[in-house]
């Protein structure tokens, strides 16, 4: 891939100033991600994930400078249900604790920039959903513009089959390719224990023309965490920390008719900003719900056709909502800690048709 | 009291949040939602010169605050389209239907809606639709019931400006805000580029966008948008037990093996050590008030009279008090201390309240780390 920075339209990129600190992912757990864990409420969802993620680290409760999170209230039907799942982190003593109503992606962003400022040393960041708990194609639609998209329902297969047809009609696709996509994300993920569902799946029927059921991400509950923590405690806890070389992101307008839905311009600034055209990275973990979704990423990335695709097998293998763009950051950060990427990129996405985007560069020591 | 073995089954319910979400309309909203009550379609004016349909306050680019209404035409061009062979509860049909982003003559954006065709084979990008008008109209974007093929002809200038740059898909043709124009025409299916696939414009029948005052009579100056997303509710493992002991009259907490603090009700987890808690431990029946306050406005459809107590109460064996009504004992009568049991009415799921059970007072000391 070019090793020049973005393209000439873009505006001129300020120079990111090396960070003040160095930060590095030295956790990562996951759930064994589900179609349905009713038989568990959030917390208990959550415990073994924190214990696992914490125990990697060698901390316990009590030793983590700040505690994030990221889920959503829509997704538990209930207000202020972040607060219940606090239960499984040990907040006595009181905690320094925050979270987000979004993706636990954005929560890590969140904890990387309180380590930036020294205020932290290290980082707990998690992330949950249990989407068996309602319609998530019908939940999601309540994130639209309440005036003009909302009162129409469209769902969030909808809208993503809205984009799969421009990109189609632009000639950037089509439904073999599309196919191929998922075929690739479903047998690495067999790879993998954490994917649902595992193995082959046939590429079905219509959900909503152009995608097919193989098209879609399969309904999941799950919950991710992962542990941070800045300079040489990160050396400390870990042998081989991910470093995060640079992390941004950026968002488009809400309204989906002014948008081009065949490329993402802010995926593709974010990246810049995150200094991911510097140097080539090997893999590249996209949070791509959809597979038409993979190839815009893929363009507006310029990733060249030999960096490794989400050899976790990505959100079509598994879609723990709010915790799916976390895991792609932990899944590169996997890679890194066991050697098999030394430059790797994670994507993030939330709201429709790729509407905010999130890029993080990581890296592994040289060995 | 002794560990209690025995795991019910987790339980479920079904749990319906529903709002009717009443939401106030800025100048520019009220206008568009008006102007669709009386069948006419507004968009507004950028700056540089785009219009924006549906219209909104603020250039989505540069942000800067648009009133500049202008009305475009009824009919417009599919620029992408999705078939939907399942529609869902509160979608426009209730057939089989297009999703569909169209751009309205005269305007540079699409506006999402449903398009009423007879299969997915009788749409394609490019394709010509008029609005249909819902029969009874409310200043709202259901007043366009949806979109229905129209064979009247292109937008006048749909061939010229905008096919010149239809070859250059240009895939950086954009920042964080894509220029209408340009994401128009990558829109645009490529087999079709070049070829003669629309009809010569018919002038006569597009519309340019001409200027409006965005004044009506009776304008309409808010929505209500009714919500309801069905759940079902599962509260896990820790609290199922609990519910599941409770429906036979007892109380079931949880004990946790770092700090040996038993919770009710417990959630599965010791919130002070972060650590799952298993050990069940029946607690109570009775307990002590930890602290209360008088209640003294009476909520809507409430059947209990004002003033009342309403209290923390640590069950005997508990470390957390729970809160529950104190009643049996005038409001002004209730005290720290106070030694309390539970009241069950028939068929209850739990308890109604708590009374005062005669025993004397507790220490303050026996309860004082609860409060």
Not at chain 2, 156 to 174: F, L, V
Not at chain 2, 225 to 233: S, W
Request: aromatic share 6%.
């Amino acid at each position: 891939m070019s090793a020049t920075p973005g393209p000439a339209e873009m505006p001129s990129p300020v120079p990111a100033a090396p960070p003040a600190r160095e930060v590095a992912v030295v956790a990562f757990a996951q759930s064994r991600h589900t179609r349905d864990t009713a038989e568990i409420s959030e917390a208990e969802l959550l415990l073994p994930v924190l214990q696992d993620a914490l125990g990697q680290a060698g901390l316990r409760a009590g030793e983590i400078d700040f505690t994030c999170s990221g889920s959503s209230d829509y997704l538990a039907g209930r207000a202020f249900s972040f607060t219940m799942a606090l239960d499984s982190v040990g907040a006595w003593p009181p905690i320094a604790e925050s979270h987000v109503e979004t993706d636990g992606a954005w929560a890590l962003y969140e904890a990387w920039v309180k380590l930036l400022t020294g205020d932290a040393g290290t980082a707990l960041v998690y992330a949950y959903g249990k989407s068996s708990s309602g319609e998530v194609r019908d939940v999601l639609s309540r994130q639209l513009d309440p005036y003009y998209v909302a009162p129409l329902w469209p769902d969030s297969v909808a809208l993503a089959a809205l984009q799969a047809q421009a990109l189609i009609d632009a000639g950037a696709t089509d439904e073999a390719a599309l196919a191929g996509v998922a075929a690739r994300s479903r047998a690495d993920a067999a790879a993998g224990p954490h994917a649902r569902p595992t193995g082959p799946v046939p590429h079905g029927p219509y959900v909503v023309r152009p995608l097919r059921t193989g098209d879609c991400p399969p309904v999941t509950d799950g919950a991710a965490a992962v542990v941070l923590a800045a300079g040489d405690t990160a050396r400390r806890l870990c042998d081989r920390p991910a470093w995060i070389r640079g992390m941004d992101h950026r968002t488009e307008a809400h309204a989906l008719g002014v948008r081009d839905l065949t490329d993402s311009p802010s995926t593709r600034l974010a990246a810049e900003r995150a200094g991911a055209f510097e140097r080539p990275v090997d893999t590249a973990e996209l949070h791509a719900p959809f597979t038409s979704q993979e190839v815009i990423l893929r363009r507006a990335l310029r990733l060249a056709d030999g960096v490794r695709i989400n050899p976790s097998g990505g959100a079509l293998a598994a879609n723990p909502m709010m915790a799916t763009g976390l895991v792609r950051i932990g899944e590169a950060a996997r890679r890194i800690r066991e050697g098999a990427s030394r430059r790797a990129l994670a994507h993030a996405t939330s709201g429709p048709c790729l509407q905010q985007n999130l890029v993080a560069v990581l890296e592994g020591d040289p060995r | 009291m002794p560990p209690i073995s025995g795991t019910p089954e987790a339980l479920s319910a079904p749990l319906v949040v529903e709002f009717p979400f009443t939401r106030s309309l800025g100048p520019v909203q009220s206008a568009f939602l008006t102007g669709l009550r009386e069948r006419t379609v507004l968009g507004v004016r950028t700056t540089d010169g785009r219009v924006l349909v549906p219209p909104v306050e603020y250039d989505p680019v540069t942000a800067e605050e648009i009133r500049d209404l202008v009305e475009v035409g009824t009919t417009g061009t599919v620029t992408t389209w999705a078939w939907n062979p399942a529609p869902r509860r509160g979608q426009p049909l209730a057939t089989p239907f297009a999703w569909v982003l169209v751009r309205l003559d005269g305007a540079d954006t699409a506006l999402l809606h449903a398009l009423d065709a007879a299969g997915p084979d009788a749409v394609r990008t490019g394709m010509r639709v008029r609005v249909r008008w819902a029969g009874e109209r409310t200043g709202a974007i259901t007043d366009i019931a949806c979109f229905e093929p129209y064979e009247g002809g292109a937008a006048a200038g749909e061939t010229t400006p905008h096919s010149d740059e239809a070859g250059e898909q240009n895939p950086h043709s954009g920042e964080t805000g894509a220029p209408a124009r340009h994401s128009d025409s990558i829109r645009e299916p490529a087999p079709h580029r070049g070829e003669t696939r629309e009809p010569a414009p018919h002038r006569g029948e597009a519309r340019e966008p001409v200027p409006h005052s965005g004044e009506f009579a009776d304008p309409v100056t808010g929505i209500t948008a009714p919500a309801r997303l069905d759940y079902t509710y599962a509260p896990g493992r820790a609290q199922s037990r609990y519910l599941a002991a409770l429906a036979e009259r007892r109380t079931v907490g949880e004990r946790c093996p770092s700090c040996r603090k038993v919770y009710v009700p417990p959630r599965g987890a010791c919130p002070t050590c972060g650590v799952a808690t298993r050990d069940q431990v029946e607690v109570g029946p009775n307990g002590t008030v930890t602290t209360f306050c008088i209640v003294n406005i009476k909520a809507k459809n409430l059947d209990i009279e004002v003033p009342y107590v309403y209290a923390h109460i640590a069950l005997d064996g508990a470390d957390l008090a729970l809160h529950a009504r104190i009643g049996g004992i005038p409001y002004d009568e209730v005290r720290m201390g106070l030694r309390v049991e539970p009241v069950w009415r028939d068929g209850s799921r739990y308890p109604d309240h708590y009374r005062p059970t005669g025993e004397p007072d507790a220490d303050y000391d026996s309860y004082k780390e609860l409060i």
